[in-house]
Each structure stands twice: as C-alpha cells, then as structure tokens.
C-alpha cells in the first residue's frame, strides 16, 4: 500500500526556519508526483508546493523566495525548506502524492503542525 508519511514540523518564531520532510513509501510501479500542501486553523486545504511528472515545480505567489522543495527520486522524498516565516504560515501541513495518470492529489499524510509566533 502506497503511504505518505510528513515529518518535520514545530514552532518557530516569526523569521525563523524549519523544515519538512516526506517520505513516500510502498511504490511498486509508475511515478508518483509529490506536493506540499497547508491548511491554515479554520481553513481549508490549499496547494503550497507542487512537482510535476516531468521534475518542473510550481510554488504559491506567497512562499516564492521564501520556500523551496528539494526532492530525491531515488528514495521517494521530497522536502519543504521553509525560510522568513511568517505567522500567517502557520497551519497544518500535508505531503500529498498524485498517483500514475491521476489527475488529483490522492494519497495523503497525517500532516504536521507549523506554528509561527511573534
């Protein structure tokens, strides 16, 4: 069975650093697209940090420059280095992977919990 474990959450403050990691295990066969996704108190999920199929990525417009994915297809993980956070990025955070010709993000973590205080 295909599992998506996150790991690597805290609480930080305002400026700091963290980072979040997943790990993807129980693949057989065909490639899996990893993503990075939150879901602020109150809130529904979003997309954060995507890759795609072919290695190219897509970041929010509110992490660019400030986030970066970094991932390693030999072992099926993909972390999430998050730089300059701020408090408005505290939320839940999710690892999700998108199955061989699926077009959604089906698998999904437990999630890790990002605090960010002043």
């Known amino acids: 069975q295909v599992q998506v474990v996150e790991s690597g959450g805290g609480s930080v403050q305002a400026g700091g650093s963290l980072r979040l990691s997943c790990a993807l295990s129980?693949?057989?066969?065909?490639?899996?697209?990893l993503g990075w996704f939150s879901q602020p108190p109150r809130k529904g999920r979003v997309w954060v940090a995507i890759?795609?199929?072919?290695?190219?990525?897509k970041y929010q417009d509110q992490v660019k420059g400030r986030f970066t994915m970094s991932q390693d297809n030999g072992k099926n993980t993909l972390d999430l280095q998050m730089n300059s956070l701020k408090i408005e990025d505290t939320a839940m955070y999710y690892c999700?992977?998108?199955?061989?010709?699926?077009?959604?993000?089906?698998?999904w973590g437990q999630g890790t919990q990002v605090t960010v205080s002043s």
């Open positions: 999700g992977a998108r199955s061989p010709g699926s077009s959604f993000f089906d698998i």
């Open positions: 129980g693949v057989t066969d065909g490639t899996y697209s």
């Open positions: 890759t795609y199929s072919d290695g190219s990525t």
